[in-house]
């Protein structure tokens, strides 16, 4: 531990401290602790996408995976990035038309039941826990290799600040939070990829031909199939990067931070083009990761690789560009871990407590009362769950979550917005065919079950054999709707002719 890691960890939270205060005396109504009140513009929303997509999981774990595995890894970066076209396309604009505060808003715009309500959070509390515990996991490594503390520790500190952002600043504070943190992540990324570049004269075709000498794999680094070696695994891996997106909670629930479906649009560009870029440079982290520091000294610090973009900087630039990436990546990871227990906890307090438990009435303050117990009761369950989960790669523990997300609130999300005849039996197996099947198939994947000591969380055969199983549960998400909507026979043609309108125009008959 050194002065200069201490003093920029201090300021990075003493930043996004001062953020919070300001935004706790802005944040009065419920609108403004879910949504910030509509008020951002479409290049802030951009950034606070980009800030809120670019997880641990991208810096962290995907410079991790391009080192240990090269080509392999770079699935992550493939599959993140084309998975914004699904949004632009799909699903941006209809969603912030229909939605108000969370997923569930929006199915209900077309279906107002119960069931589908209570549903729908259900599946976002489970996409929520999955990714929380990646970047907790990423976070809890990070802070031990700099200050050397225990795991628990680390963990336990990152919580503590990420629901204290949720608590106090509600979405204003979270979303400030996220711009900044993008503006400083694409700055630690643009300079550690400069310096790389410089390593190899500034020669790409340079880069990649040394590349192939420069690890234990040889050639093999640079092609397919040193970690997916079944290409149906490979396949299940891109789909659910690929889909995920377009269903996960705390990137949706940011379409409703702007005034109009104009804005949302203009935000979707914003980030694509700051994520596109990102995702780019990731090869230049990775494959420098690989060459300057080794594959041995990354998996000695971490054994899944989430260490190799600090250990890159230090090689690099020192002890104080490894300081600025590592409070840049603790940025990084407080930024997302509060757009996450935002969005879980208002899944438990607007969509369970207030609309189901309360139908709908309830007072301002109570609700707010409500989110903060929630946010405490995430926070939580996550910590408890990061604990165990410390050699696992962050970034694959977020596929399992882009899994869910592509298997259960997808299907729901496109049937609601494009087919007439989809009812609420639909929307209901729709979700809970996705979302049982993804769980229970990661429960008898390689993941979860190997014969190999250490190489899961249990030694035994896994009876599921790809380790992500979105190539059979996204097709099972889309069956259940489909079943369900055809087998009840129950339409409301009227109800979908309303919801067309809304979703294409944005016009509300309430207003």
Not at 334 to 350: D, E, K, R, T, W
């Amino acid at each position: 531990m050194n002065a200069t890691v201490i003093t920029l960890f201090l300021l990075i939270v003493a930043s996004t401290l001062i953020i919070t205060y300001y935004a706790a005396k802005r944040t009065r109504t419920a609108s403004e602790f879910y949504t910030a009140g509509g008020g951002l513009s479409g290049w802030q929303n951009g950034l606070a996408i980009a800030g809120d997509y670019l997880s641990a999981a991208s810096f962290l774990g995907i410079a991790g995976a391009i080192a240990l595995f090269g080509f392999d890894g770079f699935f992550f970066s493939l599959g993140y990035l084309v998975a914004y076209l699904v949004v632009l396309f799909i699903v941006a604009e209809p969603l912030r038309n229909l939605g108000r505060y969370t997923l569930a808003d929006m199915i209900n715009a077309r279906f107002d039941a119960k069931k589908v309500r209570a549903v729908a959070a259900l599946s976002t509390i489970t996409i929520v826990i999955f990714y929380m515990i990646a970047q907790l996991v990423g976070a809890g490594a990070l802070i031990q290799l700099l200050f050397g503390i225990d795991y628990w520790l680390a963990v336990l500190i990152v919580g503590v600040m990420m629901t204290i952002y949720v608590l106090f600043g509600g979405m204003t504070a979270t979303s400030w939070v996220q711009i900044i943190k993008a503006i400083l992540l694409m700055l630690g990324t643009v300079i550690i990829s400069f310096m790389v570049l410089a390593k190899f004269n500034f020669n790409p075709f340079s880069m990649f031909s040394q590349m192939k000498t420069a690890t234990p794999l040889g050639a093999d680094y640079l092609n397919p199939g040193v970690k997916y070696k079944v290409p149906l695994d490979t396949l299940s891996l891109m789909l659910a990067l690929v889909l995920g997106t377009a269903g996960l909670p705390h990137i949706l629930m940011r379409f409703f931070t702007v005034k109009d479906a104009k804005t949302a649009r203009s935000s979707v560009m914003w980030a694509t083009w700051i994520v596109g870029l990102f995702y780019i440079m990731t090869i230049f982290l990775g494959f420098g990761a690989a060459a300057f520091v080794g594959s041995e000294t990354i998996i000695k610090a971490n054994p899944a690789g989430n260490m190799a973009a600090p250990l890159l900087a230090q090689v690099l630039g020192g002890d104080f560009l490894m300081s600025f990436v590592a409070a840049v990546a603790f940025a990084t990871i407080l930024a997302v871990v509060a757009g996450l227990v935002l969005s879980g906890a208002s899944a438990f307090a607007h969509d369970i407590y207030g609309q189901i438990i309360k139908k709908g009435k309830i007072s301002e303050k109570k609700q707010m009362l409500a989110a903060r117990y929630a946010s405490i009761a995430v926070s939580i369950f996550s910590i408890l769950l990061a604990l165990f989960a410390q050699k696992m790669n962050v970034a694959f523990l977020v596929s399992l979550a882009f899994c869910v997300a592509a298997s259960a609130n997808l299907p729901v999300i496109i049937f609601t917005i494009y087919w007439k005849k989809f009812n609420t039996a639909g929307a209901v197996t729709g979700m809970l065919s996705g979302l049982l099947s993804a769980l229970i198939l990661v429960a008898i994947s390689p993941n979860v079950f190997s014969p190999i000591e250490g190489a899961a969380i249990f030694i035994g055969e896994p009876i599921f054999p790809l380790t992500n199983p979105a190539l059979i549960s996204v097709p099972l998400g889309f069956l259940g709707a489909y079943a369900g909507t055809i087998l009840s026979q129950e339409q409301d043609l009227a109800r979908y002719a309303e919801v067309k309108v809304r979703a294409n125009t944005g016009y509300r008959g309430d207003k």
